[in-house]
Nanobody, 126 residues
Framework: QVQLAESGGGLVQAGGSRRLSCAAS????????FGWFRQGPGKDHEFVAG????????YYEDSVKGRFTISRANAKNTVSLQMNSLKPEDTAVYYC???????????????????WGQGTQVTVSS
């Protein structure tokens, strides 16, 4: 059974930075693609960033391009999301998700992911 555990959330002022981590256990981490999603107050789940199983391809939602960076460390079974220049509208619960097969996947579609973490709250104050 694959388990994902997010960490790194908290309260940060606008313009600040935060680094989220997702630790994976119980599966073939190196074969997985990962995504970060978020759900803000009163909003639907939203795709934020994704990374393929090789680590060479990354994808971002338009509003976070240039501010957020997704990366993976296979030796540590972790995926990270570095968030810079945070804005109040980035306030949300952030979720890590894993797609368990190599190859192409619909990075922005929640249905493409097989495993989910419990989420970590990020609050950006103005």
């Amino acid at each position: 059974q694959v388990q994902l555990a997010e960490s790194g959330g908290g309260l940060v002022q606008a313009g600040g930075s935060r680094r989220l981590s997702c630790a994976a256990s119980g599966g073939a981490f190196a074969n997985y693609a990962f995504g970060w999603f978020r759900q803000g107050p009163g909003k639907d789940h939203e795709f934020v960033a994704g990374i393929d199983w090789t680590g060479h391809r990354t994808y971002y939602e338009d509003s976070v391009k240039g501010r957020f960076t997704i990366s993976r460390a296979n030796a540590k079974n972790t995926v990270s999301l570095q968030m810079n220049s945070l804005k109040p509208e980035d306030t949300a619960v952030y979720y890590c998700a894993a797609h368990r097969e190599r190859g192409l996947w619909n990075v922005e579609n929640r249905q493409s992911y097989d495993y989910w973490g419990q989420g970590t709250q990020v609050t950006v104050s103005s």
